[in-house]
Structures are given as structure tokens and as C-alpha cells.
Nanobody
Framework: QVHLEESGGGLVQPGGSLRLSCAAS????????MAWYRQAPGKQRELVAL???????KYSDFVKGRFTISRDNAKKMVYLQMNSLKPEDTAVYYC?????????WGQGTQVTVSS
């Protein structure tokens, strides 16, 4: 059974940084797209960043220049380096892998940006 697990969330002051990690279980087949989403209270889940198997990277406008997505195919991991964090970045962050025609989601990790 495929399992994704995020880590690295927490409480940080405005302007600070966090690095999120997401690891997939060994049972997942070849991964095509890796992505990070987030969901703030009372809002819909939204795409933060996408990294396709062909090397295409997409960022949502609200994180451009501040967040960086990276992936390690051998380790089946995706990362999200978040710099210059703002209070409006507060949300639960989820990783999503697309593989074999199926989306796999992690359970989410809370990121809180507050002074």
C-alpha cells in the first residue's frame, strides 16, 4: 500500500524559513509528477508548486521567488524550501504524487507563520 509522509512543518516568525519534505513508501511505482498543495482554514486546497518528471516546474504566483521545489527520484522524495514566509502562508501543506494514473496524497503538515 502506498504511503506518503510529510515532515518539516511548524511555527515560524514572519520572514523566516522552513523546509518541508515528503517521502513515498517503497511500494509506489515510477513517479511522474510531484507537487505541493496547501489548504488554509475556510479555503479550498490550492496548488503551491509542481515538478514534473520531464523537469517542468510551476509555481503559483503567491510563492514565486520565495519557495523552491526540488525532487530526488532515487529516494522518492520531494522538498519545498520556503523562505520569506508570511502570515498568509499559514496552512496545512500536502504533498501529492502522480503515478500509474493515480494521485497519492500525504496526510499534511501544519505550517504556522506568526509573531
Amino acid at each position: 500500500q502506498v504511503h506518503l509522509e510529510e515532515s518539516g512543518g511548524g511555527l515560524v516568525q514572519p520572514g523566516g524559513s522552513l523546509r518541508l519534505s515528503c517521502a513515498a513508501s517503497a511500494s509506489i511505482p515510477s513517479i511522474y509528477n510531484m507537487a505541493w498543495y496547501r489548504q488554509a482554514p475556510g479555503k479550498q486546497r490550492e496548488l503551491v508548486a509542481l515538478f514534473t518528471a520531464l523537469g517542468f516546474i510551476k509555481y503559483s504566483d503567491f510563492v514565486k521567488g520565495r519557495f523552491t521545489i526540488s525532487r530526488d527520484n532515487a529516494k522518492k522524495m520531494v522538498y519545498l524550501q520556503m523562505n520569506s514566509l508570511k502570515p498568509e502562508d499559514t496552512a496545512v501543506y500536502y504533498c501529492k504524487f502522480y503515478s500509474g494514473g493515480t494521485d497519492y496524497w500525504g496526510q499534511g503538515t501544519q505550517v504556522t507563520v506568526s509573531s
